[in-house]
Nanobody, 113 residues
């Protein structure tokens, strides 16, 4: 059974940092490209970042230079380091495989101004 469990969200002030984690199970994690997405209230899921099995990364323009995606294959975990957070980063953050599976519960990030 495929499962995604996100954690690490919280309430922070603008300019602060958070590190999100996502533990994935049910597929061979190490060979899968992983993505982070976010969903703000009333909006659709927005792609944030991607990391390939070989460690190559891509970012949405809105987060490039502030967010860093990484992975630990031994722990089946993908991370999202978020620095210089802005109020517009407020959303529920989700991870998923490149070939998506049902969403996990996500983790709420709230950035106050």
């Amino acid at each position: 059974q495929v499962q995604l469990v996100e954690s690490g969200g919280g309430l922070v002030q603008a300019g602060e940092s958070l590190r999100l984690s996502c533990v994935a199970s049910g597929r061979i994690f190490s060979i899968n490209t992983m993505n982070w997405y976010r969903q703000a209230p009333g909006k659709q899921h927005e792609w944030v970042a991607r990391i390939s099995s070989g460690g190559y990364t891509n970012y949405a323009a809105s987060v490039k230079g502030r967010f860093t995606i990484s992975r630990d294959n031994a722990k089946n975990t993908v991370y999202l380091q978020m620095n210089s957070l802005k109020p517009e980063d407020t959303a529920v953050y989700y991870c998923n495989f490149e070939a998506p599976v049902p969403w996990g519960q996500g983790t709420q990030v709230t950035v106050s101004s």
